[in-house]
T-cell receptor, first 121, second 112 residues
Framework: GAVVSQHPSRVICKSGTSVKIECRSLDFQATTMFWYRQFPKQSLMLMATSNEGSKATYEQGVEKDKFLINHASLTLSTLTVTSAHPEDSSFYIC?????????????????FGEGSRLTVL | SQQGEEDPQALSIQEGENATMNCSYKTSINNLQWYRQNSGRGLVHLILIRSNEREKHSGRLRVTLDTSKKSSSLLITASRAADTASYFCATGHTGANSKLTFGKGITLSVRP
C-alpha cells in the first residue's frame, strides 16, 4: 500500500518555541493532505485540510495563526505549531489521499502517517 | 461534530472468538470506512464499503452497511491476540478533497 512518512515521531520542546512536523507521501502524489489531532483514548479531530499550492482550510475552532500549514509540493505538507504551550501537547497525525495513479482520488481511502507526539514543557 | 458513533466503546474477548463492532452515523454518506490503530501509532485502512453496497468481505473481516438505519458493523472472525487495537469507523462523502469524519473508536482486547 501507499506510504506516508511523518517526522519527527516524537518531539519535546519548551513553552514558547515553534515546532514543525513534516508529512510526506513517499510513493504517490497527494494534492490534499489532512492534519488531525488526537488526545489520549479519544478520536481523531480534523484540524485542517492542506491543499497543494493554495491555502489550507481550517476547521472551526482551529487557529490558523497557531497551526501554520504549508503544502508546497505534491508530496509534502508541513504543520508548524507556533509558540507552543503545554495545552498543545498531543498526538498529531497526517493523512493523504492518492490524487492520481493507481487508486484515484475518489476511492476514499486515506493513508496515514505514524503520528507525531508533541510534548510541550 | 462526531458523525460516526461506535459501540461498544470497549470489547474484550478470548482468542478464537468473533468480535462484532457497530457504528452509527447521522447524515447521508458516500462510503463508510473502518480503520485500525495500534497504541501510539497511525491508522491503517481496513475496508471501505460504498453506500450502494450492503456487505463486503476482506480476509477475516466482514463489514455490513444498512443505510436505512444509518449503521454499519465490522465483524472480525477467529480473532487473534494481534487484533488487539482501537477500531474507528469513518464516514466519507463524494469528491477528491472530501474529508473523513471519525467516530470515537472501539478498544478491542483479545486475550490469548
Amino acid at each position: 500500500g501507499a506510504v506516508v512518512s511523518q517526522h519527527p515521531s516524537r518531539v519535546i520542546c519548551k513553552s514558547g518555541t515553534s515546532v514543525k512536523i513534516e508529512c510526506r507521501s513517499l510513493d504517490f502524489q497527494a494534492t490534499t493532505m489532512f492534519w488531525y489531532r488526537q488526545f489520549p483514548k479519544q478520536s481523531l479531530m480534523l484540524m485542517a485540510t492542506s491543499n497543494e499550492g493554495s491555502k489550507a482550510t481550517y476547521e472551526q475552532g482551529v487557529e490558523k495563526d497557531k497551526f501554520l500549514i504549508n503544502h508546497a509540493s505534491l508530496t509534502l505538507s508541513t504543520l508548524t505549531v507556533t509558540s507552543a504551550h503545554p495545552e498543545d501537547s498531543s498526538f498529531y497525525i497526517c493523512s493523504a489521499r492518492d490524487s492520481g495513479g493507481r487508486q484515484g482520488p475518489n476511492t476514499g481511502e486515506l493513508f496515514f502517517g505514524e503520528g507525531s507526539r508533541l510534548t510541550v514543557l | 461534530s462526531q458523525q460516526g458513533e461506535e459501540d461498544p466503546q470497549a470489547l474484550s474477548i478470548q482468542e478464537g472468538e468473533n468480535a462484532t463492532m457497530n457504528c452509527s452515523y447521522k447524515t447521508s454518506i458516500n462510503n463508510l470506512q473502518w480503520y485500525r490503530q495500534n497504541s501510539g501509532r497511525g491508522l491503517v485502512h481496513l475496508i471501505l464499503i460504498r453506500s450502494n453496497e450492503r456487505e463486503k468481505h476482506s480476509g477475516r473481516l466482514r463489514v455490513t452497511l444498512d443505510t436505512s438505519k444509518k449503521s454499519s458493523s465490522l465483524l472480525i472472525t477467529a480473532s487473534r491476540a494481534a487484533d488487539t487495537a482501537s477500531y474507528f469507523c469513518a464516514t466519507g462523502h463524494t469528491g477528491a478533497n472530501s474529508k473523513l469524519t471519525f467516530g470515537k473508536g472501539i478498544t478491542l482486547s483479545v486475550r490469548p
